[in-house]
């Protein structure tokens, strides 16, 4: 089963930009939707967004529409999720899931539809 990891986690300063990394090893990502979620201390599990594997269709929740985007490489073997404008309320563990194989151009923003969790990545918003 295909697994992916999370990578680009780390310490910000409020105000800063981090983009998170998500890959299977040596794996192309072509045929899978890929959705991202975070969950930060005492928190549930949130929602971010997703890219569709066809045609580069994107959804964000609509918290997150004004700060973050999420894009894929031209070889699809990497997703990122680009964070702007940091908080510190966007302290957590960042997560990416697939979605497929699948040839879609449209994607769902529910952590149960997806599969082959990465460990995540922390991402910590402080000065």
């Known amino acids: 089963q295909v697994q992916v990891a999370e990578s680009g986690g780390g310490l910000v300063q409020p105000g800063g930009s981090l983009r998170l990394s998500c890959a299977a090893s040596e794996f192309s990502l072509k045929l899978y939707s890929i959705g991202w979620f975070r969950q930060a201390p005492g928190e549930e599990r949130e929602v971010i967004g997703c890219i569709a594997s066809a045609a580069g269709f994107t959804r964000l929740a609509d918290s997150m529409k004004d700060r973050f985007t999420i894009s894929r490489d031209h070889e699809n073997f990497t997703v990122y999720l680009h964070m702007n404008n940091l908080r510190p309320e966007d302290t957590a563990i960042y997560s990416c899931?697939?979605?497929?194989?699948?040839?879609?151009?449209?994607?769902?923003?529910?952590?149960?539809?997806?599969?082959?969790w990465g460990q995540g990545a922390p991402v910590t918003v402080s000065s």
């Open positions: 899931a697939l979605r497929g194989p699948e040839w879609k151009t449209w994607c769902l923003l529910k952590g149960v539809d997806y599969h082959g």
